[in-house]
């Protein structure tokens, strides 16, 4: 176990073993104060009171979709990471053999800057890229790239479930998003019948590693063995599609190493970079050029709206002028919008982040009840800057204060006599 | 029923310190919730500002390497997108992963769905 930026990890580096076995989040009991925070924020009850002192824990991985939002709201770093993949990263890149390549995620340099004293939010793309060349990243290669893919993939997929609607061999309506690895796991365990609903396109990172093993070895005379494809991410769950027995279309496997935002930071740092000194450089552009729509992928309402960028121009057959789409962005919770397209009619959508809204717009579709054509579902409340790999909101750690209150609580309850 | 007694003025004092552990225990997960949305509109605020600010072309469409890799003739995907080589690469099934959820249930646990 070591601690990084506030958050424990095991040094632990699975290869070939069955994602579904594994806690990628799990509760320290020696540090857990009972509070109930995370049992109160988990959108499917997996994290349970396991003892008489109101100990929580994880109480099994089928339940746990490893979205993380238990540990980035635990009041007191009781939750730790069971998978880390710094250490081998390390020795891959003083590897003079290995071809380590990067693809970090658009939310990422939404997060990164935090660990280095900027004002929350703050966008260090620029820095991000410099700082994977200098930890010795062969190719600066970005999942934002895969984004704008994804949009043309899964654009051109649901316009054509729209177009052939009713047909027979077309999967039918609405379609929901494929990108988050917390929703796609809980479709599959709680609602295996609404998977022909779920796009066919892999997440970004999903398309990034097989492109970079194939593609971007063509393009750079690599050869694809030698290649180290690390997904950079602000989850936990994308560990676990990183994982996934599947991910292996490129021939090999697609993604070799999955860390978060916390890990990035983590490793710049202990490689003695200066992070803020650092100039803005650009990603390798071939797997690498990205465009505003790829970048708001990391908040609720971003694959929407980078969506209807394309269908909008597809369906009518004319430009879109002004590429804002306030209507579906969202803070949190459920939103629904009806986008009017010229020569096609009404599109109507609905964003939605956090476990329990994703239940129950998968419930209304279930009961045929569902007006949309496409659903944006997210697990993490307010989308991936919001994220379980992303640095911890000081906020949120206990003051001294509401840590004494929950140490009352705990006496309290239990001297409290059987209920 | 003399241990009972208590003061008018200590009375009070235990009543607010009552009413003030109360609120305060209910409010914790609320208060850790809010400060955390805080945050979560804070970044999406940059991210926007990003998409209209830092980024020069907007739509997936016209990013020239999307061009590059979807062009008709010399393109790695010129079948298009979700064309043949698409499929292979950037597509995939999903898993039916009821059964282990079933199997929890019976065994006691009890889930949120």
Partial sequence: MRSIEGVMYQGNAPKGVDPDSIFFVQVDTD????????????????????????????VDPAA?????????????????????Y??????????????????????VRYGLGECFGAPTGTYVGGKMHAALRKLGFDYIWDNEFTA?????????????????????????????????PGWVKFVESFHPELLPHVSTCKSPIGM????????????????????YTVSIMPCVAKKYEGMRPEMDDSGQRDIDATINTRELAYMIKKAGINFNSLPDEDPDPVLGES???????????GVMEAALRLAYEVLSGQKLNDPDIKVVRTHEGIRAADVKVPNFGTVKVAVCSGLSNAQKLCEEVKAGKSPYHFIEIMACPGGCVNGGGQPIDPDVRASLFRSMIAKVNRRYNARKPEA | MKAMKMSRRGF??????????????????????????????????????????????????????????????????????CGHKSHHLLHTEYKDRSASIKALKSKGVTLSM
Wanted: hydrophobic share 35%; with cysteine; net charge neutral.
């Fill in chain 1, 86 to 107: 710094v250490d081998e990263l390390f020795e891959k890149l003083k590897d003079p053999d290995t071809v380590v390549v990067s693809m970090p995620a658009p939310a």
């Fill in chain 1, 148 to 180: 704008d893919v994804t949009i043309m993939e899964e654009g051109t997929e649901l316009i054509g479930r729209v177009k052939n609607a009713g047909k027979e061999g077309t999967l039918p309506l609405p379609q929901f998003t494929s990108c988050c």
């Fill in chain 1, 291 to 301: 465009t505003g729509a790829a970048t708001i992928f990391g908040t609720s309402g």
């Fill in chain 1, 208 to 227: 990034l590693g097989p492109l970079a093993k194939t593609y971007g070895a063509q393009e750079t005379g690599t050869k694809p063995k030698k290649m």
């Fill in chain 1, 64 to 84: 746990c979709m490893n979205c993380g939002q238990c540990l980035v709201n635990c009041p007191y770093g009781a939750i730790y990471e069971g998978v880390s």
């Fill in chain 1, 31 to 58: 540090k857990c104060e009972a509070c109930g925070t995370c049992e109160e924020v988990c959108g499917t009850g997996a994290i349970k009171v396991i003892n008489d002192d109101e100990i929580r824990q994880v």
């Fill in chain 2, 12 to 81: 009070m004092k235990a009543c607010g310190i009552m009413a003030g552990y109360a609120v305060l225990s209910v409010n914790m997960t609320k208060e850790v919730f809010a400060a955390a949305m805080n945050m979560v509109g804070m970044r999406q605020k940059q991210v926007y500002d990003a998409d209209a600010h830092i980024y020069k072309v907007r739509k997936s469409q016209d990013n020239p390497m999307v061009q590059k890799i979807y062009d008709k003739k010399h393109g790695f995907l010129h079948d298009g997108p």
